[in-house]
């Protein structure tokens, strides 16, 4: 089956520290990868995508790549700000149709 | 332009009772996807509409049923409410089935069984 693993949270960094969230997934199928963000009492909105080996997504100064060989998507982000304090989701789709398997997500916070 | 929109925000029901949930897709969108995401876990998929009909479902048991009206909202009943139904239950809508259409997401319903 299709299954996604995220590293455990909370992770907490200083602002303007650089941040990287894990994230590695198994697959049946060839799979486009995303990440979500969750801010508190909201909905998931998408942070970014890749639809194929090598692509690389990027967003409001977050990038992630996509990595075959080693079935990852790992979320980097250069300098974090405070609002940058979020859950972060990483999730893969395979095939047609809408389904997206999540992670457990990982909680980010940021201090000043 | 709203987005996705879900009513009620929050309900509370006993063990037994049954349930619905409502969400109004995004302007211009027709299909709509439900996911139920436990406390501290990532959302688990239920299944898809498009076209009133269910396209794909998840592994949940058929106490969970659905909906979607021509306008293209979407309802989700679940029956005989166990006490692990309690979650925050998301609606996503998209346009087409089109594997490259993103799912924007509402804020939820935050369902408690008592």
């Known amino acids: 089956g299709n299954s996604v693993t995220q590293m455990e949270g909370p992770v907490t960094l200083s602002e303007e520290a650089f941040l990287t969230i894990n994230c590695t997934y198994t697959?049946?199928?060839?799979?486009?990868l995303f990440w979500y963000v969750q801010y508190p009492g909201e909905g998931l909105q998408l942070l970014l995508k890749a639809t194929k080996a090598d692509d690389k997504g990027s967003n409001k100064g977050f990038e992630a790549t996509y990595r075959k060989e080693t079935t990852s998507f790992h979320l980097e982000k250069g300098s974090v700000q405070v609002s940058d304090s979020a859950v972060y989701f990483c999730a893969l789709r395979v095939g047609g149709g809408n389904k997206l398997t999540f992670g457990t997500g990982t909680q980010l916070k940021v201090e000043l | 332009d709203a987005g996705v929109t879900q009513s009620p925000t929050h309900l509370i029901k006993t063990r037994g009772q049954q349930v619905t949930l409502r969400c109004s897709p995004k302007?211009?969108?027709?299909?709509v996807s439900w996911y139920q995401q436990a406390l501290g876990q990532g959302p688990q998929f239920i299944f898809q509409y498009y076209e009133e009909e269910e396209r794909q479902r998840g592994n949940f048991p058929d106490r969970f049923s659905g909906h979607q009206f021509p306008n293209y909202s979407s309802e989700l009943n679940v029956n005989a409410l166990l006490l692990g139904d309690s979650a925050l239950y998301l609606c996503?809508?998209?346009?087409?089935?089109?594997?490259?259409?993103?799912?924007?997401f509402g804020a939820g319903t935050r369902l408690s069984v008592l």
């Open positions: 302007s211009g969108h027709d299909t």
């Open positions: 697959a049946t199928g060839y799979p486009s």
């Open positions: 996503a809508s998209s346009l087409g089935g089109a594997i490259k259409n993103i799912q924007y």
